[in-house]
């Protein structure tokens, strides 16, 4: 790695050094474990929004793939410090990003073989946003608190909401114009 971004103190001993390596390297991986069981459930909304609309579908997808740089840098970065490797980084976070599109092929593949009633399709998305907003308000939202304090992550928190509430009306305008 790049002397400026060493994350290991230079005065540590082979020994510490590797072992601090083992450590950042596992941070990394079970990084990426838990967001590709995170992808997973977005996936099955990406799927599910699809079948209803094409437009709403594009929509949740692109919102997803925004939200998704940060995760992938969540993963990369550990690895890449630990190995020194960017393209190790650049697989690890990449394969952990998998959960979504498998997801979708998965369900695809499920659900070829029945027809799902539109009721049916949204009461899945809605089960679906329901478990997301839980763990947002449940986990994320209290952990923030902890780490940056209430009021920057009670702020922080709606603000990503009106952004990303901007971005799905933008896309939507978008799409109206698209045939």
């Known amino acids: 790695p790049h002397p400026h971004l060493h994350p290991f103190p230079h005065h540590a001993s082979a020994e510490e050094r590797r072992e601090a390596r083992k450590k950042v390297l596992m941070s990394g991986l079970i990084t990426a474990l838990g967001i590709a069981l995170h992808n997973f459930p977005e996936g099955v909304a990406v799927f599910l929004a699809s079948i209803k609309s094409h437009k709403i579908g594009v929509s949740l ?96 928190f709606f603000f990503g909401m009106a952004i990303m509430s901007l971005n799905l009306q933008l896309l939507a305008h978008w799409m109206e114009g698209v045939h």
């Open 61 to 156: 997808a692109v919102a997803i793939a925004m939200h998704n740089v940060p995760e992938g840098v969540a993963v990369a970065l550990p690895v890449y410090f630990a190995t020194g490797s960017r393209l190790k980084g650049l697989q690890y976070a990449f394969t952990s990003g998998l959960a979504e599109p498998a997801a979708v092929l998965v369900l695809g593949v499920v659900f070829k073989a029945f027809w799902l009633d539109q009721a049916v399709i949204d009461c899945l998305l809605a089960a679906v946003g329901g478990i997301m907003a839980f763990l947002a308000l449940h986990e994320l939202l209290p952990l923030a608190m902890e780490h940056a304090g209430r009021s920057p992550a009670v702020l922080a």
